[in-house]
């Protein structure tokens, strides 16, 4: 069964650009030009991943980031926007964005971020994991938990699998390079700050749910590991 993709876009040439080569490429879109129609799609339709502009008439982008996250926490969603600044796009990581591609874009690319984002997404949910902990803090790869002394914490696909690895082997120190190897799968559209952006959104939420916790530890001028 195909995958099918909601395109948020308000300007038309992109969007019918975007699905022309999307269904090219195999996939079912459903299209939405401003935040209201993008979220009754998002809850009647149910999509496997979501292309999401910025700016939107209606209800805004970044409110709707949020609404897709509240009603289906691992949802995949790629951010598009014509904001160029490096402090934009990671902003947009830090809400836990999969990924980021500025305006204007090459189709192809971003077509080919769809198909790389969507296949890490499903190695995760497919992978036969066992149950890890350390302290307090319980990794269950089987149903994709996480939990803090009995909390839960809800974790994106990239995220749980980042915190995954550092779990596999604690006392390792993980380079950001290693990390986009077994993580992102060594994707050429992955880079050190997304790395330490979803470190950073990781963090936030661990800190929601116990303040005193962090579960990473920084070691400065290497990479990260989990802490002890």
């Not at 980042?162 to 990390?179: E, G, K, N, Q, S």
């Not at 799968?185 to 661990?206: C, E, L, N, P, Q």
Request: aromatic share 8%; net charge negative.
């Amino acid at each position: 069964m195909s995958s099918a993709v909601l395109i948020v876009e308000d300007e038309s040439d992109i969007a019918d650009a975007l699905g022309f080569m999307l269904n090219q490429d195999g996939y079912m879109t459903i299209a939405a030009a401003d935040g209201n129609r993008a979220l009754e799609l998002f809850l009647n339709k149910k999509p496997d991943i979501v292309l999401l502009d910025l700016n939107l008439p209606g209800i805004c982008g970044i409110e709707l980031f949020h609404h897709f996250r509240r009603e289906s926490p691992d949802i995949p969603i790629i951010i598009m926007t014509s904001r160029s600044e490096e402090s934009d796009r990671i902003a947009g990581l830090e809400m836990g964005a999969d990924d980021y591609v500025t305006k204007p874009f090459s189709v192809r690319e971003v077509v080919a971020r769809v198909r790389a984002v969507l296949r890490r997404s499903a190695a995760s949910a497919a992978k036969s994991g066992r149950t890890m902990r350390a302290g307090k803090l319980l990794l269950d790869e089987n149903d994709l938990r996480v939990e803090y002394n009995g909390i839960p914490v809800k974790l994106t696909h990239q995220e749980f699998r980042l915190l995954a690895a550092l779990m596999r082997y604690p006392a390792r120190v993980y380079t950001r390079d290693i990390l986009i190897e077994l993580v992102y799968d060594g994707s050429a559209f992955v880079s050190d700050r997304t790395v330490d952006a979803h470190i950073k959104r990781i963090r936030s939420k661990f800190a929601a749910a116990a303040p005193d916790f962090d579960p990473i530890e920084t070691i400065y001028g290497m990479g990260y590991k989990l802490k002890n």
